[in-house]
């Protein structure tokens, strides 16, 4: 069997039309990680995503998850993996109990192994059981559905955007709830478009862009492929032209004496762009430095791929 939680192998879809949204991508989630897919819309996360929860069929390539292949062993895949998709689907006039009361039946989990009351205290839900799900906040719908996604006891969850468009004390206690499950023992994946917290939360990140990979790597690695970083520099006197020195890869002014000049930190540090600046003529009276964040790592990526 297979050790990975999720192996990908050259998968390619192409939907009715001609559109070809995933580009022979391949990608292995470790088991026991927390990993972010990342990508801009249309990147094709949700429909790699929904190659594994069966709801999409690719064209070519495997596909196995928990070791089962999607294709050989669709049941067992299938009862692996738990997803919990973008939009909200439960029938409103049920109970968050019979909600996933009727999901488990769904799955054949028998009677005697549902874990109900467990779940819905796992997303601090044990107090809403009897309520109508229409009754309950937005937040509280996001859990459910996180539940709703874990009652056959999957050991890969995939959450599928799951703060796209909740605020920010909504999001942190969705987060905090991945933290719970992972702590379980619980691989996850994600998918989102908050790159700063795929970068607090996922311990590897892979980026999608227009149906192929285009970077698969521990986060902490992902970071230090930001080749580009900035300099914040106060000059002495007003900055009458910008300096155009050959290390510089690009200069903006901020006000009438600051400027911001970007470097690659593969070519030059920062002690050679402040002596070039000097040798340019300006008297440096202040400097800050900015960090690479994901954010640069993602444009940085994105725009190399696309001159590529
Ligand atoms: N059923 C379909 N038929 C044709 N094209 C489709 C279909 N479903 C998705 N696509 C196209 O495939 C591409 C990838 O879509 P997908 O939903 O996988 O992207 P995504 O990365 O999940 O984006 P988002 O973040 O917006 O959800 C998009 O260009 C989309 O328009």
Same mark, same amino acid.
């Given at each position: ?8 192998? +050259? ?19 470790? @088991? ?10 249309? +990147? ?55 909600? $996933? ?9 028998? &009677? ?8 819905? @205290? ?7 059981? &009897? +309520? ?26 995939? $959450? ?9 004390? $909504? ?7 991945? &933290? ?40 902490? =690695? ?26 510089? =890869? ?23 762009? $402040?002596?070039?600046?000097?040798? +340019? ?8 430095? &900015? ?18």
């Amino acid at each position: 069997m297979s050790e990975a939680a999720i192996k990908i192998e +050259a998968v390619t879809k192409i939907y009715q039309g001609g559109f070809k949204a995933l580009d022979t991508v391949d990608l292995t989630v470790p @088991r026991g990680a927390i990993y972010g897919l990342l990508g801009p819309n249309g +990147a094709g996360k949700s429909t790699l995503i929904n190659i594994l929860g069966g709801l999409v069929n690719k064209t070519e390539g495997k596909a196995s998850v928990w070791g089962f292949d999607i294709d050989e062993n669709p049941r067992n895949a299938k009862a692996s993996i738990g997803i919990v998709n973008q939009e909200i689907t439960f029938d409103p006039f049920f109970t968050p109990a019979e909600t $996933l009361d009727i999901q488990a039946g769904m799955y054949a989990v028998p &009677r005697a192994k549902r874990r109900t009351m467990e779940l819905l @205290r796992a997303v601090h839900l044990e107090d809403k059981a &009897r +309520a109508y799900s229409r009754t309950l906040s937005g937040g509280m719908k996001r859990r459910l559905m996180v539940a709703k996604a874990m009652v056959h006891s999957p050991p890969v969850l995939v $959450l599928d955007e799951p703060t796209a468009g909740v605020d920010i004390d $909504l999001r942190q206690q969705l987060w905090e709830y991945v &933290r719970e499950l992972h702590a379980s023992g619980i691989t996850v994946v994600l998918t989102t478009h908050y790159l700063e917290e795929a970068e607090e939360l996922c311990d590897r990140i892979a980026i999608i862009n227009h149906g192929k990979v285009i970077a698969d790597q521990p986060t902490r =690695e992902l970071v230090n492929m930001a080749q580009e970083k900035a300099v914040v520099v106060t000059v002495e006197k007003d900055i009458e032209t910008l300096p155009a020195q050959s290390c510089f =890869e690009k200069v903006e002014k901020v006000d009438r004496n600051t400027m911001t000049i970007t470097y690659r930190k593969d070519k030059v540090n920062a002690g050679e762009v $402040l002596t070039a600046l000097g040798e +340019a003529g300006h008297t440096i009276i202040d400097v800050t430095t &900015r960090e690479a964040d994901l954010e640069d790592v993602f444009l940085n990526l994105t725009r190399e791929k696309a001159s590529a």
